[in-house]
T-cell receptor, first 110, second 114 residues
């Protein structure tokens, strides 16, 4: 299974944009890039996913490098409620299982 | 829909006892996943089912762990006998196989084995 690499932790000021990086140098052509986050004492929740093109939704934006070896999750204005562990996951289109890495723990500073 | 439902939310048991965790997936979903989360090992996929059939159980730590899905609306994860190292939060998730792969997680069961 393709692996992802993320920084262990990041900090952001409230109401500032946050760019969370993810490296996936061994990604295959059929791997989707998924982002989930886990708030304290809760199960993970879906944030966004994409294949090749950049994606936007109400929660965030996903910027995917042209060679697909890296991606960036963008929170446009961080709030205190965005403090969570963010996971970048690769999913093969033929399967639907996830293998979570260690994620990035995001701290939002008031 | 109420989302993925797990029970119990908390379980405290003694070493050697049998533990059964329960999960009700979102109606209409045909894939179900069991995960375990600890500080040391993070979030691990234990087993997953498609259309009630176990597809990959390579993440199940040992024979003490077993999972069943007798129908589309119910699954169990059983540990027998339980050991202190099984203490963790166990999550169940469901998704629609063939869709975009989005998984919906339950609130988890916090298991403590004394």
């Amino acid at each position: 299974d393709a692996k992802t690499t993320q920084p262990n932790s990041m900090e952001s000021n409230e109401e500032e944009p946050v760019h969370l990086p993810c490296n996936h140098s061994t990604i295959s052509g059929t791997d989707y890039i998924h982002w989930y986050r886990q708030l304290p004492s809760q199960g993970p929740e879906y944030v966004i996913h994409g294949l090749t093109s950049n994606v936007n939704n109400r929660m965030a934006s996903l910027a995917i490098a042209e060679d697909r070896k890296s991606s960036t999750l963008i929170l446009h204005r961080a709030t205190l409620r965005d403090a969570a562990v963010y996971y970048c996951i690769l999913r093969d289109v033929a399967g639907n299982q996830f293998y979570f890495g260690t994620g990035t723990s995001l701290t939002v500073i008031p | 829909d109420a989302g993925v439902i797990q029970s119990p939310r908390h379980e405290v048991t003694e070493m050697g006892q049998e533990v059964t965790l329960r999960c009700k997936p979102i109606s209409g979903h045909n894939s179900l996943f069991w995960y375990r989360q600890t500080m040391m090992r993070g979030l691990e996929l234990l087993i997953y089912f498609n259309n009630n059939v176990p597809i990959d159980d390579s993440g199940m730590p040992e024979d003490r762990f077993s999972a069943k899905m007798p129908n589309a609306s119910f699954s169990t994860l059983k540990i027998q006998p339980s050991e202190p190292r099984d203490s963790a939060v166990y999550f169940c998730a469901s998704s629609f196989w063939g869709g975009d792969g989005e998984q919906f997680f339950g609130p988890g069961t916090r298991l403590t084995v004394l």
